[in-house]
């Protein structure tokens, strides 16, 4: 019977766990040997397992071994298509320790370590009472948002009441300012108009912290990707970032380049959300189709931007198939694309730092589409003085022909402009 439901998980419990999962034994079992309920034992597996190798097949089908078409083309559509499921893996213990099979598995495969577990526990744990929830571009956008109202005169509760979509409460509205969050915009606790006598802490803290989940990051890191490239010879490779002048208001441009071809590519946005960054890819997706873009993107590697941690809808279609496998750089090692960062350069000729890129013509894709057209057209010297276009259009024809029927256009080499004035030439 269950003793010590309410009391958290030691090291020595998850050593137990560890030990169960390698025997097989059942959550229900395991939580009965540490007096917890099974729910626990299964939050705590499934929280702290990680991915310990990711499948290289592009759908997990329980045929794939007999497969009649080849494994070509894999699709949730095919008629010989079943989802594999593992009860070990999926279900009861929910992990692969111990599994007999472990070595020869294609399929993921997910393991649980009881220090790293402990490390994870404790780590969120920390965060989650450290500082504040807010990134300092949140920071910067919500004060925006509240001192004009406080200029005039409104209290926190006025501005809560007002504006339902911040979502924050009145008290933590009053926290904020208190502990001076928003002196980034100017907002001090004068402007408060009712002084509320809150007792403070020994230390202002100003942490600008964002509790985040960093899961996606399992299997997907940059020593991931060096050991997948080599190993697996990858020379197709898509390189992912976004460009953008204000936080606040952008717009937001999600830039692409095909590493193979020095090809840059680019999708316009008005807000820069994990969700718009998955959409960007998917409209690349759309435009190259399905076949073409696993070719020519077979992995996309991107930086750890907020923008970009929702990794398993970025690799996966709406229809269960595989689009491109993605992988992060180190943090602040940017020179790990390098290659994406050097185009950016040239963006920036177009697109310079400090205006308001909507003041300049950047309004649109169409209006982005020009700026891309002008920099793929200009000869580079390390493709020899050919221009991107050129020997895009000599290696892989089919490629460069989507990008100039979505728009992109070759421009004569006389006639690039690599200047801001580009956006509004007719």
């Known amino acids: 019977m269950a003793t010590n439901k309410n ?145 005039k005169g409104h209290s926190p509760y006025q501005i809560i009441a007002a504006h339902p979509e911040l979502g924050i409460s009145e008290k933590t509205l009053y926290n904020y300012i208190e502990q001076g969050v928003f002196e980034c915009v100017g907002i001090a606790n004068i402007d408060l108009r009712i002084k509320v006598k809150r007792k403070m802490t020994a230390k202002k803290k100003t942490i600008y912290k964002k509790r985040q989940d960093r899961k996606f990051l399992v299997g997907r890191l940059y020593t991931d990707y060096q050991s997948y490239v080599e190993s697996e010879d990858i020379t197709h490779i898509l390189q992912m970032d976004t460009v953008y002048n204000d936080i606040s208001n952008g717009p937001f441009i999600q830039t692409f380049k095909f590493i193979k071809y020095g090809l840059l590519f680019a999708v316009y946005h008005d807000t820069k959300t994990a969700a718009d960054m998955v959409d960007g890819l998917a409209v690349l997706d759309s435009i190259l189709g399905k076949s073409l873009f696993e070719q020519e993107a077979h992995i996309t590697l991107t930086d750890r931007g907020g923008e970009f941690t929702d990794a398993e809808h970025m690799e996966k279609r709406d229809d269960g198939t595989r689009r491109t496998r993605v992988f992060y750089c180190d943090p602040m090692q940017s020179g790990q694309k390098g290659s994406l960062e050097n185009m950016h350069r040239e963006l920036r000729y177009i697109l310079p730092n400090e205006v308001d890129l909507r003041s300049i013509g950047l309004t649109d894709q169409t209006s982005l589409n020009v700026a891309i057209s002008h920099i793929n057209s200009s000869a580079k010297e390390h493709l020899n003085g050919k221009s991107p276009f050129e020997l895009c259009e000599f290696m892989c024809p089919e490629l460069v022909q989507k990008l100039y029927e979505f728009g992109l256009q070759k421009i004569e080499k006389d006639e690039v402009i690599l200047r801001p004035s580009v956006l509004t030439h007719k």
């Open 7 to 151: 009391k958290h998980l030691t090291q020595d419990d998850r050593n137990v766990i560890a030990i169960g999962i390698v025997n097989g034994s059942s959550k229900k079992a395991i939580a009965d040997n540490l007096g917890k309920d099974k729910s626990t034992i299964g939050k705590e597996i499934r929280a702290h397992r990680y991915l310990s190798h990711k499948s290289t097949l592009s759908l997990e089908c329980e045929n794939y071994a007999h497969c009649k078409f080849k494994r070509k083309n894999c699709t949730v559509n095919c008629p010989d298509y079943s989802k594999f499921r593992c009860k070990r893996r999926d279900r009861t213990p929910g992990a692969c320790n111990g599994c007999e099979k472990l070595k020869s598995c294609r399929f993921d495969k997910y393991l649980y370590k009881p220090t790293i577990a402990y490390e994870e526990y404790r780590s969120e744990l920390v965060e989650s009472r450290t500082g504040i929830n807010l990134t300092s571009s949140e920071a910067v956008e919500l004060g925006n948002t509240i001192k004009p109202l406080l200029l």
